[in-house]
């Protein structure tokens, strides 16, 4: 069934949905005639990429760019022609071998890319053949040349000089292992939404390598009161070593959105591409691949693709400001950090909560959370639901502390901080302010630990003790309040009323002077002793008694009359 975008609410980046894939019927002899065909072998990364571009996920590119395109793209964040697109979409081969190869190539020629096992993963009509400057290109993008950074490194260690500009023709596609059940491309999802579902709106969001928390999924919901479909794309593939394992974050996933999400309107469908680690350029790229997928919404958070301390954290939605909404194309929904408020006992954004009280706070810190499953602890229910973190812990990699029983990845301290901001201030969750703030520095394996027991003990318990204390005043019905909380109370008083009274009855006997010889009194600290007792049992919680009550809930009228019963009936 041909899609008919007309009638959808949404339509691919640049107007076309690209299909690159040669058809069945010509895929054979297009196999056969790219092994007579030059090749270069490719890599698995530029392997996804291919893919990607061929099934439609980067419309409306047909292929690597030309230098025209390649340019403009660097400089001003645009095609040649005008159309918005954020990262360069480039294939030039590194080593000897290929530049040799590259060497013999001219404009108009086919060349076969292949795997490692040499077979054809597709065939590349070149268009375009220019110098390759890797220094412009790490500079224009990522904003630096520093090879810390992990997408400039990447430019270094895969490319060579000299760029291949041209349309692909995809021959193979690549199976996606423990995702193939739940592989969807472009032409499927924009029929599931819109033939099958009937959708009228979709919010896609795009996620790295943590797993699923409650941050994400305060996002997800604010999202379906507004939208009636939910397609969250986890990226699997192309994620360092240092993260959770991409099979156990898709299985957390599935575990919390069958127990805790409607499941007819929200589909998972994992994302298979290659890191660019562009910061906000790549949240504009995340932003147009969901429009490609047909969604009608883009969900982005706080520090989107974010890299390090190399970008703002809130980088990846300012740079929307760069953009109209109309050649975006897509309406983007921007989120701001999202913490757990212990005292009002909800998740919220600066944006959505009156306190900024760091007392009560519990930070959702992706890479915090990454280190507390390394270490082998389950973070509190708040930050990570148990479902996801179930197949989390497992996934981490890699995992515990080094042989000197150091941080594998961040330190101890940097985590605690990061996540338990109160701890470095205050005793505990909620607590009295230290005499002395501790330092990041100092911080120990034991106070990861004692922070953490401090959360999971009293995190859900500060609010339940809030609204306690409200009830205990508040209830006129008494019933609900527990028996021995009002038997401990008057216990309480009439011994304190009892000690007053003894107190009361020295003081009428105590002279004006005394002896301090032995535990004899005068006058004025026998006073300064009864006050002190007098003041313990004001604040001492009184009991309701039925007269108190009584007077609580009056009316100027019997109360049938507020029914509109007539006094005479």
């Known amino acids: 069934m041909a899609l008919d975008f007309d009638r959808y609410p949404q339509k691919p980046h640049g107007g076309t949905l690209v299909d690159q894939v040669v058809p069945a019927d010509r895929r054979e002899a297009e196999i056969t005639r790219a092994r007579s065909l030059p090749s270069i072998r490719v890599d698995l990364e530029a392997i996804i990429t291919i893919e990607m571009i061929a099934t439609g996920v980067l419309s409306p590119a047909r292929g690597f760019m030309n230098e025209a395109d390649y340019l403009s793209v660097l400089e001003k964040g645009r095609l040649a022609d005008g159309t918005v697109w954020p990262v360069p979409l480039s294939f030039a081969p590194i080593g000897k071998v290929n530049s040799d190869i590259i060497a013999g190539l001219s404009v108009g020629d086919d060349i076969a890319l292949t795997d490692s096992n040499n077979d054809p993963v597709a065939i590349l009509a070149i268009e375009d053949i220019f110098a390759y400057d890797r220094d412009f290109r790490a500079e224009k993008l990522f904003g630096t040349t520093d090879r810390n950074h992990p997408g400039v490194d990447s430019i270094y260690r895969r490319m060579g000089e000299t760029a291949l500009g041209g349309t692909l023709h995809l021959l193979n596609r690549v199976d996606w292992g423990p995702f193939e059940g739940l592989r969807r491309e472009p032409k499927d999802t924009w029929r599931l939404f819109y033939e099958e579902k009937k959708f009228g709106s979709v919010a896609g969001f795009i996620t790295g390598a943590n797993p699923l928390h409650r941050g994400h999924e305060y996002i997800h919901r604010n999202a379906l009161e507004e939208v009636d479909g939910l397609f969250l794309q986890p990226l699997v593939e ?3 070593r240092e993260y959770v394992r991409h099979e156990y974050r ?26 660019i680690f562009a910061g906000p350029r790549e949240a504009i790229l995340h932003a147009l691949i ?13 520090d989107h693709a974010g890299i390090g301390d190399y970008y703002d954290k809130y980088a990846s939605h300012s740079i929307f400001d760069d953009y109209s909404h109309e050649e975006l194309g897509i309406d983007v929904r921007l989120f701001h950090e ?48 148990p479902e996801s973190a179930l197949a989390a812990i497992q996934g981490i990699q890699p995992k515990g502390v080094d042989e000197d029983g150091r941080a594998t990845i961040d330190p101890i301290g940097k985590v605690i901080k990061s996540m338990f901001p109160f701890y470095l201030e205050y005793t505990r969750l909620g607590g009295e302010r230290r005499a002395r703030p501790l330092t990041v520095e100092e911080l120990t394996l034991d106070d990861l630990e004692a922070v953490i027991r401090d959360v999971r003990e009293h995190a859900a318990l500060i609010y339940q003790d809030v609204y306690d204390e409200y009830s205990a005043v508040l209830d006129h019905n008494r019933a609900l309040q527990p028996a021995w909380r009002e038997e401990a109370r008057e216990g309480l008083r009439a011994k304190q009323e009892q000690l007053v009274n003894e107190l009361e009855q020295k003081l009428n006997q105590a002279p004006e002077t005394a002896s301090d010889e032995f535990m004899y009194q005068d006058r004025d600290e026998a006073e300064r002793e009864l006050a002190a007792a007098r003041r313990l049992l004001a604040e001492i919680p009184g009991c309701l008694e039925p007269d108190a009550l009584a007077a609580r809930t009056w009316n100027s009228m019997p109360y049938r009359r507020y029914r509109g019963a007539d006094d005479d009936e």
């Open 238 to 240: 192309m994620a360092k």
């Open 338 to 385: 999202v913490f757990y408020d212990a005292r009002a006992s909800i998740h919220a954004t600066a944006r959505t909560t009156a306190s900024d009280d760091v007392r009560y706070r519990l930070n959702i810190s992706g890479t915090g959370i990454r280190e507390l499953l390394r270490y082998g602890y389950m973070p509190p229910k708040e930050i990570v639901r």
């Open 250 to 275: 898709i299985r957390g996933y599935q575990n919390v959105m069958e127990q805790y999400y409607p499941t007819d309107r929200s589909i998972l469908s994992p994302l298979r591409v290659t890191y």
């Open 290 to 302: 969901m429009k490609n997928y047909g969604c009608t919404h883009a969900l982005i958070g706080r």
